[in-house]
């Protein structure tokens, strides 16, 4: 069975300071990951996607996440905070087997945002 | 391009009354997906539609909760009667036919009382 653990529920950083986000995953076949970003009252927009070629995966607005296999891990990662990064951030994955377009989302991590 | 489109955005119905969510995905998106979110929760899957054919209804809850895309373009998610516990986030998500990339609209927010 897939699944996706978020490691950490809330997290808060200063303005220019570092993010990371963690995201173990859990999956029979190797997997598509994904992580999701969600802003209060607006839908889900897709950050970035890993879909078993390069490990090291670049998004937008200069998020980036590595797969590790051997780790079962698919962190994510900002140099540095903006006040406008402040969200929802879900881990998803999907199977590789198959086409079944099921999405598996993590629990999510609350960022804040400090100025 | 336009994005999903959902109608309402919120919503404030009294438990034991019907209730009905519409969207429209992006043009040419032949996958339409209905979601759950609870408060505090990632999404969760409750119907998957390949055009008009609902290919995973597993997790939708048939006694009160049922959906039609009759023409494989928009679609209605209905509740019929709510009930307290219903009160969640309604999302609709599409995609192109074996894209595993889904574009989400903004939900429904549902409150029942």
């Known amino acids: 069975a897939q699944s996706v653990t978020q490691l950490d529920s809330h997290v808060s950083v200063s303005e220019g300071t570092p993010v990371l986000l963690r995201c173990n995953y859990s999956?029979?076949?190797?997997?598509?990951l994904f992580w999701y970003v969600q802003h209060p009252n607006k839908g889900l927009q897709l950050l970035l996607k890993?879909?078993?070629?390069?490990?090291l995966v670049k998004g937008i607005n200069g998020f980036e996440a590595e797969f590790k296999k051997s780790e079962t891990s698919f962190h994510l990662t900002k140099p540095s905070a903006h006040m406008s990064d402040a969200a929802e951030y879900f881990c998803?994955?999907?199977?590789?087997?198959?086409?079944?377009?099921?999405?598996?989302f993590g629990q999510g991590t609350t960022l804040q945002v400090k100025p | 391009e336009a994005g999903v489109v959902q109608s309402p955005r919120y919503k404030i119905i009294e438990k034991k009354q019907p209730v009905a969510f519409w969207c429209n995905p992006i043009?040419?998106?032949?996958?339409l997906y209905w979601y759950l979110q609870n408060l505090g929760q990632g999404p969760e899957l409750l119907i998957r539609?390949?055009?008009?054919?609902?290919?995973?209804d597993s997790q939708l809850p048939k006694d009160r909760f049922s959906a039609e895309r009759l023409k494989g373009v928009d679609s209605t998610l209905k509740i019929q009667p709510a009930e307290l516990g219903d009160s969640a986030v309604y999302l609709c998500?599409?995609?192109?036919?074996?894209?595993?990339?889904?574009?989400f609209g903004p939900g429904t927010r549902l409150t029942v009382l």
């Open positions: 043009s040419g998106h032949n996958t």
């Open positions: 539609y390949e055009n008009e054919e609902a290919v995973d």
């Open positions: 998803v994955v999907s199977p590789s087997s198959g086409n079944t377009g099921k999405l598996i």
């Open positions: 999956s029979s076949y190797s997997p598509s």
């Open positions: 890993y879909t078993s070629a390069a490990t």
């Open positions: 998500a599409s995609s192109r036919t074996g894209i595993k990339e889904q574009f």
